[in-house]
């Protein structure tokens, strides 16, 4: 996939070319929304790294369109979020200069910056060969430790991005962060297990993340659960306990993994039971 070829796929929506017009400053389509625009797959959620204030820009387009702008996270990382219908439009600051705010994500393929509406498509770390290879590398290994979540996220995407597999450098260096999740707040890693369970590979994203050592970094439950044969056994086990009042939660596990807790399908470790794992989180959440 080349930069120009790329560029020729990217149409910007009524919607994106409404934004750039009531928005002042320069706004670029970034993240996972640009990534799956790539790939050709539906997306609601638009993140956009404004260069200027990201309050002022969420404010000028909740006035346009309606609805409230609101802030999330803490100084200085503070994203503002504004719904449009069904669609969830997230403005941040540019971190330093546009090339230092790239440097700074967690994959490639997230990497990729386009200006509204009309482009250029920005391409610094070799985002768009990873797209076109279905590869999922990290831009930097420091990078992970910035946010350990990016660990839980790389098996995420996985699972939610059947196409992409993480390289084996990249896993090497997923599993090296893996231990930093302990310091990731609960709430956080529920929200992304929750979504990785709902993907369609979730089956292989929980192998690669037993094996390289995420899941052994959430509960030791999962120390030395190198297959998903042996992450079904564990699963259907803990399941039954949880059926039979045994108090698994109520024990106090910390950060225990739904698809710990949920039986995968009968007679296919590749499917797990997505509305036994929504039953757990209503515990763990």
């Given amino acids: ?25 320069e706004l670029f389509l970034v993240g ?37 702008a609101f802030p999330l996270g803490k100084p200085p990382l503070v994203t503002w979020r504004v719904v449009i219908g069904r669609h969830q439009v997230d403005l941040s600051r540019a971190a330093g200069s546009l090339a230092n705010d790239i440097w700074r994500r967690d994959f490639t393929v997230n990497a ?69 999740l302990a310091a990731v707040a609960r709430e956080r890693v529920v929200d992304e297990l929750r979504r990785l369970l709902a993907g369609q590979g979730a089956g292989r994203a929980l192998a690669v993340a037993a094996r390289i050592g995420v899941l052994a970094s959430l509960s030791p439950t999962w120390v030395g659960a190198s297959s998903v044969a042996e992450l079904a056994r564990r699963a259907t086990a803990l399941a039954a306990m949880q059926r039979r009042g045994r108090g698994i939660l109520a024990a106090g596990a910390a950060f225990v993994a739904p698809a710990l807790l949920a039986a995968p399908a009968a007679g296919s470790p590749e499917r797990w039971d997505h509305q036994g794992a929504a039953a757990a989180l209503e515990h763990i959440g």
């Fill in 112 to 180: 990729l910056f386009w200006r509204l509406p009309r482009g250029p498509l920005i391409d610094l770390t070799g985002g768009l060969d990873d797209l076109a290879a279905r590869r999922l590398r990290v831009v930097r290994a420091a990078n992970l430790n910035d946010d350990p979540l990016r660990v839980l996220r790389a098996v995420r995407i996985m699972s939610t991005h059947p196409p992409l597999a993480l390289t084996s450098e990249a896993e090497r260096q997923v599993g090296a962060a893996a231990p930093g």
């Fill in 32 to 68: 996972g929304g640009l990534r799956d625009r790539l790939l050709g797959r539906p997306t609601h959620d638009l993140d956009l790294v404004v260069i200027g204030d990201p309050a002022t820009a969420a404010q000028q387009i909740a006035r346009t369109f309606g609805g409230n």
């Fill in 1 to 25: 996939m080349t930069a120009v070829g790329a560029a020729r796929r990217l149409v910007a929506s009524a919607l994106l070319r409404r934004l750039a017009e009531v928005v002042e400053s």
